[in-house]
């Protein structure tokens, strides 16, 4: 037994000095990461010489030159969405900044400026957060990420952008943006933002009854020489996203799609406020789902609804009050201060669509649509050993002017906007 337990000992010896003195299968710059962090090497200029002029190689092709000489400023950052323990650092000048996870991997990566907020103020800098969906955010009472450099909707901003309400008519195309109504994503995020990027995180809400605004238009608008449906987007966006709760089980007294109601235009009470004018052309009978029509008559006997434009800030009391007259009871909130994180993601994982009020897009102008599911984009390149990821983030849309999913590049959305949630 003797021999036997010597034999074993030598043979660990030589296993433990094998494995000291052979050579690492992954390469000499993968072991210089594992001995020494990301940030740490940043810190060495050579380094950052050398990291610059291989970027700038790689990048050529992009117009992404990096000139960074020296780390400026450096404070711990925490990463999410699983709240990793990070880096944020600020290179000399206007020469950009990275952000860099627990997992040596850089997961933003600006050539130019800096995030000043955070580089002039240490005692903010301390609670730097950083989502790979959102950019840089805090979080609020409630542990959600909220968007640092968002700009919350108030009523003031709301009129000032759209005069109070939500588009007057539903013009086919209200801006001038390449990033909405995308119906092909995977060949618009190849043709915007070039080759390489593969999906990352998908979700979809399966069984989505999707609604065109036009399909229930009563008082249609001459503007121009062509003919506009109301702009009724937020009544579409309550009916339809209503309505997949009921198909869901989750309100199941709420009426079927096959249930309608025959309404007339004249029994509108401000009917002959419009019936003289030759600007409008009017549907004076039509066939209404149910739920539309009792989502409509809650707008028009309590909203002042009309011909188009609903306040933002009364779609969650819509929603609620169209729900108690059928015993149901949904449960609706106002969101001004949101995330793609969790507005959108944490909403669609769930199994539940939201509404999304745009107040300034270039693409839908003042708009109301329903998100249904997310396609989120990653790229990544491999410099000196180190990772870089890039994102692309699109929201799918009920957008309410097309009966199927269109695509909404969150990346082009600079606009004010607020999200309601139902459960």
Known sequence: MKKIWFLWAALGVVAVLCGFFSPSVKGEKDVELKNKNVAELFAD?????????????????????????????SCPVTVYPEGQ??????????????VINDEN???????AGDYPVYRKDESIAKGLSYSIYDGFVYLDEN????????????EELWEKYSGGKVSETAKSKAGNSEGGEIFLPDEYVRKKYGTGYSLYQKNHLTGYDYAEQNDFSIYNKKIGG??????NCVLSSVYSLMNYLRQCGKYPLLPKNYETVYFRAAED?????????????IVKTKNLPKLYYNVRAVAVNDYGYETGGVNPFVIDKLTEKTGKKFNSKPDATHLVLWSFESAIKKEVDAGYPIIWNMANSAVYGSHTTVVTGYRVYRRQKKILGIRISEYVKLAELN???????????MGDY????????VR
């Open 45 to 73: 200029t050579e380094f950052l010489e050398k990291f610059a002029e291989e970027y700038n190689a790689v990048t050529k092709e992009e117009d992404r030159q990096f000139s960074g000489k020296e780390v400026e400023f």
């Open 85 to 98: 323990e990070g880096v944020y650092i600020d290179f000399d000048g206007e020469n950009g900044y990275m």
């Open 105 to 111: 991997e850089v997961v933003s990566f600006e050539v």
């Open 143 to 154: 542990g959600e990420t909220i968007r640092a450099e968002g700009v919350s909707l108030t």
């Open 226 to 231: 062509n003919t506009y449906g109301e702009g």
């Open 269 to 281: 009470k401000f009917y002959t406020k419009y019936k003289g004018r030759t600007d409008y052309s």
């Open 399 to 409: 957008d309410n002017w097309n009966d199927c999913a269109v695509y909404f590049d």
């Open 414 to 421: 600079k606009g004010v906007g607020s999200f309601v949630r």
